[in-house]
């Protein structure tokens, strides 16, 4: 079996669907909303080296529902045509808010974001904040579905350095891939996850231990 196949996105710019003021609203919600974690690297779509233990923040879809309900709007409205569009499919929205779209967030050089496969067959991702080459905080996705770790998948892998506005789809189930650290320790990075679905793979299909694996409880931070 051939395990290395180059990895592929499909890229929009959506700048014109959002709303006034919309980076400096997730940036707030943020800042009040984001919870932290050290995420132990233990589920089934985690591709870490074993023992490994990643500081990560989240707002997840319960609290950013609430906090900015345009966005949801978005996830189950415009985004999910074109994700229906870039792919081809009839494309479906989560119906469990949690985890349907959630910020991630970023800070300084000491954190990143784990090494996993998705478990959902359409990966939404909307940035809110611009990184250019050389400043961290790049999504670095493996060409090999058999890279485990960091090493492993910076062995051979294709970079997508993230611009805001920028509404990415992709399939990533077979693709290991994490986010490395930003190269300033005051700089901030802002994404907005988005898991889609599709008759032959289906939100029931989404591993029962993702939700504790990934979120943190507001009363623990």
């Not at 990560?56 to 609290?63: I, L, Q, S, W, Y």
């Not at 990415?168 to 889609?196: E, G, Q, T, W």
Request: overall charge negative.
């Amino acid at each position: 079996m051939n395990m290395r196949q180059l990895f592929h996105w499909h890229g929009f710019d959506a700048t014109a669907l959002l709303p006034r003021g919309w980076q400096d609203e997730l940036h707030q919600i943020a800042g009040t909303w984001a919870v932290r974690k050290d995420l132990v690297a233990t589920s089934v779509t985690s591709r870490e080296t074993p023992g490994a233990v990643i500081p990560v923040t989240t707002v997840d879809g319960g609290d950013l529902s609430k906090a900015a309900p345009w966005l949801q709007e978005l996830y189950e409205g415009p985004f999910c045509e074109l994700a229906k569009a870039a792919f081809g499919c009839e494309v479906t929205s989560a119906q469990n808010r949690q985890y349907g779209v959630n910020l991630n967030v970023q800070r300084g050089e000491l954190e990143r974001y784990e090494a996993h496969v998705d478990s959902n067959p359409i990966q939404g991702l909307l940035y809110v904040t611009t990184h250019p080459p050389g400043t961290g905080g790049e999504l670095v996705i493996a060409n090999r579905s058999d890279a485990i770790g960091l090493e492993q998948i910076d062995a051979d892998c294709s970079i997508i350095h993230p611009m805001a506005g920028s509404l990415l789809f992709f399939d990533a189930r077979l693709h290991p891939h994490y986010v490395r650290p930003l190269a300033d320790k005051n700089a901030v990075r802002i994404s907005v996850p988005m898991n889609y679905y599709t008759d032959e793979s289906t939100e029931d299909d989404r591993p029962s231990d993702l939700n504790e694996h990934l979120f943190a409880s507001r009363e623990n931070d």
